[in-house]
């Protein structure tokens, strides 16, 4: 039976990754899951284990986004595919209604919205024709099916100093989306977790024919 790896959400889930400290598993933070959006409780929860264990007080975006990114990676199989399915559908319906290909659609997503994306690809490979996936990583730890994604194009950006996303995750991904007969290009950029000019500069050369 397909499942979810634990990888990414114990991954996500210890905090306190610093400059220096990339791979040391600080502490870890126990929040409350099953609900695809995080709960004010949950946010001052995490800002105050941060701020506890590091002496950093992250701002309220990067600590919403954080505890939004656990909520997804603690997501069991059958939730995956339900919440895939629903924007999947959300895709078709709008594509329906504006005349547009689906085939010809590019997801543009950044972090959890780069995740879905990726598993959109893995799961609905029918609603996009590529995506650019700004630091995903493994979410769904499987191979698309053989030919899915034939003559589809992805481009993957990560950053080598990202400490959310563990080191093996880009390569993992790409892979398993060439597996289903994607062109996918990767590139790993001297940053952190943030957008930066570099990211968009790559996005807009892959875009232009």
């Not at 656990?70 to 199989?77: E, I, K, N, S, T």
């Not at 959890?112 to 700004?134: D, F, K, S, V």
């Amino acid at each position: 039976m397909t499942r979810i790896k634990n990888t990414a959400a114990k991954e996500m889930r210890m905090i306190g990754h610093g400059v220096h400290q990339r791979h040391h598993r600080i502490c870890e933070l126990n929040l409350a899951t099953g609900t695809a959006r995080e709960t004010h409780a949950d946010v001052t929860a995490f800002i105050s284990a941060w701020r506890a264990r590091t002496g950093v007080t992250p701002s309220a975006a990067t600590a919403s986004a954080l505890t939004s990114a656990v909520h997804y990676l603690d997501a069991d199989f059958d939730t995956l595919r339900r919440r895939t399915d629903a924007l999947a559908a959300f895709l078709r319906a709008a594509a329906d209604r504006y005349g547009l290909t689906p085939r010809r659609l590019v997801a543009v997503g950044f972090s959890n919205g780069a995740n879905i994306a990726a598993t959109m690809l893995q799961l609905r490979p029918e609603a996009l024709g590529g995506a650019i996936l700004l630091r995903a990583m493994v979410v769904l730890d499987q191979p698309a099916t053989p030919g899915s994604l034939t003559g589809g194009r992805v481009l993957l950006l990560n950053g080598q100093r990202d400490p959310l996303v563990p080191p093996d995750h880009p390569s993992r991904l790409a892979g398993h989306l060439r597996a289903g007969g994607a062109t996918v290009s990767l590139a790993m950029l001297p940053h952190g977790h943030g957008l930066n000019q570099a990211d968009l500069a790559a996005a807009k050369t892959w875009l232009t024919p």
